[in-house]
């Protein structure tokens, strides 16, 4: 996974969504899968109710998680953009493993499932947490 490929199409927005899709003719509707909205960028990452529960779930878990990351304090811009400063920075991972999974899941007929990003996401977590602990121990060695 691509981390910075990911947050730079979200960034400049080059995700679109079924109404760019369907004028352009590579679709038959403009509608969203989940709820036959019309689907912009902003209903893929948010407008739609079954991405807001998704969000909403995935956020409960980082509260159980991380205790002092009261994701309540956050408003959806923070959320999306990762410009939570304040928070650690690991869940700035968890947000764009997120936005991958929305993405995937909008063109297979995989379920959304906050376990499938929990679990890339604690994955994605112990690698960084092994490769760092290796370059601490080449640093000390040197």
């Given at each position: ?15 679109m ?23 912009t ?13 998704f969000?909403?779930t995935l ?8 205790p002092?990351q009261?994701?309540g304090?956050?408003d959806?811009?923070?959320?999306l ?35 499938s990003v929990?679990?890339?996401f ?19 060695s040197?």
């Open positions: 996974m691509n981390v910075r490929s990911i947050q730079y199409k979200f960034l400049h927005r080059l995700y969504g079924n109404i760019a899709l369907f004028a352009a003719g590579l679709v038959t509707s403009d509608g969203c899968k989940y709820c036959s909205l019309p689907e960028f902003f209903h893929i990452f948010w407008e739609c109710e079954e991405i807001q529960d969000w909403i956020w409960i878990r980082v509260q159980k998680y991380f002092g009261d994701a304090d956050l959806i811009c923070q959320i953009f990762g410009t939570f400063i304040s928070y650690q920075p690991i869940l700035l991972l968890l947000t764009v493993i997120a936005k991958k999974e929305i993405i995937c899941a909008r063109w297979t007929e995989n379920p959304l499932s906050v376990d929990w679990n890339k604690l994955y994605c977590a112990r690698v960084e947490n092994l490769l760092a602990a290796d370059l601490c121990r080449q640093v000390r040197q």
